[in-house]
């Protein structure tokens, strides 16, 4: 029997680069380098496009300590001497979760988002951010861009569009009615995803003037949140993917939610208790499902779809010139003014 391969660290020569933190309202500007050896199973990726997500600008106002940016894409430059996956040259992308256990319950069946020693941008690994020149990955948790996919659009999906295809993927059947609630940054790309898994996409917005692009992404159904009793026909599920809850007196209701419906709450606020209608839960049957990111091989199986089917993010392209582009940024998102994803280009 053969020796196992001996796992080495492959040497590098340092390069300096910037990642970007929060400080006092402010983003900060923080050297690093390259350090002068990659372990086996890394990956050293020089950034070339990097979306901006709601939840960066989130870490950035409440003053988290991590490197932000979690939607990078870039070419690796190098590779750890046990890395097989990718090679230097190829066109990869990074996202919200950076590892986990690999021998845990949830990473034996695929669920390693869920793993208990996972580590995810913010919580677990706050020293890398594509918000930078350069971002080493691990092995597993680096993948590939397929070639039909542009590197701008690629950026937003690392997240939002793993975000989104992992709660279809687990709780949606072909020929079910998908409602959609809010056009936004996870919405317009929840509105493609779900059309081209076979779904009735019904949008419910509380703005007119995005029914004719919820149409153009795939919707099949536009209905105001003011005029509810329009609805044609209850949904099965009831994905939320606006930066606020609705009344959910008003939603939960089986001429709305058809009974047994499963309702996922995907961006609204974290922070405090949810306040639902006990009695519709319990006569109606509805199931509250909490979905954070896709695991791995979900994330791998999104950019094939995404590629397949031409599922694109609206992106907004800013050349990055420092921290202040990050910024402007920042307060675009707070104001609403981002349609519908951000993604710098970086230099």
Known sequence: ????????????????????????????????TIPSTL???????????????????????YGSPAALGHEGVGLVEAVGSS?????????????????????????????????????????????????????????????????????ADAAPLQCAGATVYSALADNVRPGDRVGILGVGGLGHLAIQFAEKMGNQVVVFSTSRDKETEARGFGASEFVLL?????LSKPVDVLIIAGAKYPDWEKVLVKEIVARLGTIIPLPAPTMGPYVLPASQIFWEGYKLHSSLTASRAQHVE??????????????????????????????????????????????
């Open 302 to 347: 999104m950019l094939e779809f995404a590629a397949r089917h031409n599922i694109k993010p609206a992106v907004q392209l800013y050349e990055f010139k420092g921290p202040e582009t990050v910024e402007d940024i920042f307060e675009k998102l707070g104001k609403n003014q981002v349609r519908y994803r951000a993604v710098l280009v970086m230099p």
């Open 83 to 151: 890395v097989r996956s990718v090679s230097i040259g190829d066109r990869v992308g990074t996202g919200f979760l950076r590892d986990s256990c690999m021998d845990c319950r949830y990473c034996l069946t695929g669920k390693d988002i869920w793993c208990l020693d996972r580590a995810v941008f913010g919580l677990g690994d706050i020293e890398q951010g594509s918000f930078s020149g350069y971002y080493i990955g691990k092995e597993g948790y680096v993948f590939k861009i397929p070639e039909g996919l542009a590197s």
């Open 226 to 230: 003011g005029e509810l009793e329009k």
């Open 1 to 32: 029997m053969s020796s196992p391969q001996k796992e080495t660290p492959t040497a590098l020569s340092g390069k300096e680069f910037n990642t970007y933190r929060s400080s006092n309202n402010k983003l900060t500007t923080i050297p690093s």
């Open 39 to 61: 372990l086996p199973h890394q990956i050293l990726i020089r950034i070339t496009h990097s979306g901006v997500c709601y939840t960066d600008y989130e870490y950035f106002k």
